[in-house]
Each structure stands twice: as structure tokens, then as C-alpha cells.
């Protein structure tokens, strides 16, 4: 089992930086890809980006693509999230999930972190 915790939210202005950090404890997490997802008031979890264990892969949401940059780093046991240019449709709680393969399905992920509020004020 790995437990995961995500931090480095908070409000920010839209343009503002953040990087969200999901740091991880228990046995194999540099073996399985990690998926960061988010929900906004009021709609479904949606898939943000997306690493695979050696981190060689990406997916990226169009949403976010060239925004954002997923990385890992294994001996740190943690998966960062840097998202610039941020806007205000970016405000959601972000969550980190640990999977069984690459994805950008949510029903591929099996662990989940409870989650850190990004704000984006205009």
C-alpha cells in the first residue's frame, strides 16, 4: 500500500506559479506511474497530467499542455506538479494517485491523496 500526500496549493493570482508536491511513503512507488487530477466545484474529477515510473512518459490534458510539467523524483519518494501561467479555471482541489499503468483514466488509479485546494483569483 502507498500513502500519498500532496501539498504546495494556495491562492494565487491569475499568471501566478504554484508547484504541487505529492510525496509518498510505503512500499514500490517508484515503480508505478503517478497521475495528478483535479475537481472544481461542481464537476466530475478530471485527469490533469500524468508520469510513468521511470518518468520517460507524460501525458499532458489539453487543458494544460504547456503549462504544466509533471517530473518525479524516486529517491525523494515524490511527484511534482509546476503549473505556470495559471488561470482562474484552473481553481480545484488537486490530487496525486498512484496506478497500475500510465493513464489518464481515473478508474486506473488505486491510491489516492486527499487532495490540496489551488485557488486562482483574477
Known amino acids: 500500500q502507498v500513502q500519498l500526500v500532496e501539498s504546495g496549493g494556495g491562492l494565487v493570482q491569475a499568471g501566478d506559479s504554484l508547484r504541487l508536491s505529492c510525496a509518498a511513503s510505503g512500499r514500490a512507488f517508484s515503480n508505478k506511474p503517478v497521475g495528478w487530477f483535479r475537481r472544481a466545484p461542481g464537476k466530475e474529477r478530471e485527469f490533469v497530467a500524468a508520469i510513468s515510473w521511470g518518468g520517460g512518459i507524460t501525458y499532458y490534458a489539453d487543458s494544460v499542455k504547456g503549462r504544466f510539467t509533471i517530473s518525479r523524483h524516486n529517491a525523494k519518494n515524490t511527484v511534482y506538479l509546476q503549473m505556470n501561467s495559471l488561470k482562474t479555471e484552473d481553481t480545484a482541489v488537486y490530487y496525486c494517485?498512484?496506478?497500475?499503468?500510465?493513464?489518464?483514466?481515473?478508474?486506473?488509479?488505486?491510491?489516492w491523496g486527499q487532495g490540496t485546494q489551488v485557488t486562482v483569483s483574477s
Open positions: 494517485a498512484a496506478g497500475r499503468s500510465i493513464s489518464t483514466n481515473v478508474y486506473d488509479y488505486d491510491n
